[in-house]
C-alpha cells in the first residue's frame, strides 16, 4: 500500500511540475491567460495517461513478458490516440476544427501552414511520445537498480545462510553411519520401524547432498515433500484424515530447495485437534500452461490466530520476492474452520 502511495505521489508530483513549464512555453505562445492554463491542461492531462498507462500496463504486461511485438504496436497506438485527442481539443480552443483547415489556410497562407503542421500536428504527436518515453526510461532505470539490489541482497542472504549452515553442520558420514546402526538394532519385524528410519534417512542425504544449488528437479522436491508427510502421518492418530495428489505427476521442471516445505510445514502445526471430529489435510499439485499451482488446505481450530505463528510462511512469502519476482501469487484464505494457501509460480 505504502509503495502504490508512493508510485502515485511520484506521478503527482511530475504532473505539476510538467504542467507548471508547460503553462509558461503556452503563455509565451498565445499571450492569453485562460487559454494558456486549457491548453496547458489538455497536452499534460493526455501525456500523463499515456505515461501511466506505459509505465503501469504496456511495461510489466508485455515489454516484461518479453511480447515485443505487442508492446511495440500498442505503444504506436498509444501516441497516435494521445496526438489524436490533443489536436481537436487544441483547436476547438479557438472555436476551429480540423474540417476548417481549408478556410484557416487562405486567411493565414503561412503562418497557420507552419503552426497547424508544425505546433499541433508534429508537436502533439512529440509530446506525447517524449513524456511517455520518459517515463518509461525513468521506470525501467528504477526497475532495473531495484533488480540489482535485490540481487546483491538475496547473494547475501544467500551467504549468510550458507554460513549458518556450516556453522551447524554435523559430519553427513556421522549422521548416515548412525542411522545405519540405529536401523540394524531395530527388530526385523518392526516394519513400520525401518521403513521410517528408511524415510528419514532418505529426508536427510536430499537435504544434505541435493539442496546445494539455487534450484532442483521438481521430482526430487516432491518426493522430500511425500516423504515429510508420511513422517507426521506416524505420529498423529485415526483422527487425522491426510490427502494429497500430484506429487507424483508434475516433472521436468525445477524449483528453489525447501520453498514448499514451510507451507506443508504450517498445515500439520495448525491443524485442528478435536478428539471426536476429523481433522482434515489435503495437499495438492499441478503443473498446466507454465504454472505451478501448490496448494494445501487444512482444518483449524476457531478462533485460532495464525497471524502471530506463521513465521515459515513469512519467509516463503520473502524468499518469493527475491528468487520470483513478479512471477508468483501466493494466496491465503482463512475461514473460522479451515485456512488454505495457494501458491502458484511461473516456471
Known amino acids: 500500500m505504502n509503495f502504490t502511495l508512493r508510485k502515485q505521489g511520484y506521478y503527482i508530483i511530475f504532473g505539476i511540475v510538467f504542467f507548471g513549464f508547460w503553462f509558461l512555453f503556452k503563455l509565451g505562445g498565445l499571450a492569453h491567460f485562460g487559454k494558456s492554463i486549457i491548453s496547458a491542461f489538455i497536452d499534460v492531462s493526455v501525456c500523463m495517461v499515456s505515461m501511466v498507462i506505459t509505465n503501469e500496463f504496456l511495461i510489466p504486461r508485455l515489454l516484461y513478458k518479453t511480447r515485443n511485438t505487442q508492446f511495440t504496436i500498442f505503444y504506436i497506438l498509444l501516441i497516435l490516440t494521445g496526438g489524436c485527442l490533443i489536436i481537436p481539443a487544441q483547436l476547438s480552443l479557438f472555436n476551429n476544427s480540423i474540417f476548417d483547415y481549408q478556410k484557416l489556410l487562405i486567411k493565414q497562407p503561412q503562418h497557420f501552414f507552419y503552426w497547424f503542421w508544425s505546433d499541433l500536428i508534429l508537436g502533439s504527436y512529440f509530446l506525447v511520445f517524449f513524456i511517455s518515453a520518459t517515463g518509461a526510461a525513468i521506470r525501467l532505470s528504477f526497475d532495473r537498480l531495484t533488480q540489482y539490489n535485490k540481487a546483491k541482497q538475496l547473494e547475501a542472504e544467500k551467504a549468510s545462510s ?45 537435504q544434505l547432498y541435493d539442496c546445494d544449488k539455487p534450484f532442483v528437479e521438481i521430482e ?20 487425522y484424515i491426510i490427502n494429497y495428489r500430484g506429487l507424483d505427476d508434475v516433472k521436468h521442471i525445477t524449483i528453489s530447495p525447501f520453498l514448499l516445505l514451510p507451507i506443508v510445514e504450517n498445515c500439520f502445526k495448525h491443524v485442528s485437534d478435536y478428539p471426536v471430529r476429523e481433522n482434515i ?46 512471477m508468483h501469487e501466493l494466496i491465503i484464505t482463512e475461514t473460522p474452520d479451515t485456512f488454505e494457501a495457494i501458491l502458484k509460480l511461473t516456471c
Open 220 to 239: 526430487n522436491e516432491l518426493s522430500f515433500i511425500k516423504s515429510y508427510i508420511e513422517l507426521q502421518r506416524e505420529r498423529l492418530n485415526k483422527n
Open 281 to 326: 489435510i489435503t495437499i495438492d499439485c499441478i503443473f498446466r500452461d507454465s504454472i505451478f499451482l501448490f496448494r494445501i488446505c487444512n482444518t483449524i481450530t476457531p478462533k485460532t490466530d495464525l497471524k502471530t505463528e506463521g513465521i515459515g510462511l513469512v519467509n516463503v512469502k520473502r524468499r518469493l520476492q527475491l528468487i520470483y519476482p513478479e
Open 162 to 206: 550458507e554460513l549458518e549452515l556450516l556453522k551447524e553442520q554435523i559430519n553427513p558420514h556421522f549422521l548416515f553411519n548412525a542411522l545405519n546402526t540405529i536401523y540394524y538394532k531395530i527388530d526385523r519385524s518392526n516394519t513400520s520401524g525401518r521403513e521410517t528410519l528408511q524415510r528419514f534417512s532418505s529426508m536427510l542425504r536430499y
